[in-house]
């Protein structure tokens, strides 16, 4: 069973930085494309950023391109979100997700919630004005 647990959250005020980290185990043997979504208060689950297995290949969503930056070191099991110029819209609940290892990493895939069998339990950042 893969476990994922996410960290670095908190309060920052606008225009701060955050670096939150998605450490994983169970899972020998198995490298996943990697993902972040997050959820703001009375919304839904959206895509963030995602990385491929080896960290050659990022994506973002539009809302964070440019002052975002996914990467990972896979030595520690660990995928990294680094969000900077933060926007009191950045405020939800982050989660981190492996993707299926049957699925390539592409733009119709990473997106969708269903194709990510192991979540995280979040970890809550408020950007404050």
Known sequence: QVLLVESGGGLVQAGGSLRLSC????????????????????????FVAAISWNGGDTYYADPVKGRSMISR?????TVYLEMNSLKPEDTAVYYC?????????????????????????????????
């Open 23 to 46: 450490t994983s185990s169970g899972h020998t043997g198995t490298v996943y494309a990697m993902a972040w979504f997050r959820q703001a208060p009375g919304g839904v689950r959206e």
């Open 73 to 77: 070191d896979n030595a520690k099991n």
């Open 97 to 129: 997700g492996a993707l299926s290892p049957g699925l390539p990493l592409t733009t119709a895939t990473m997106t969708q919630q269903y194709n990510y069998p192991y979540w995280g339990q979040g970890t809550q950042v408020t950007v404050s004005s």
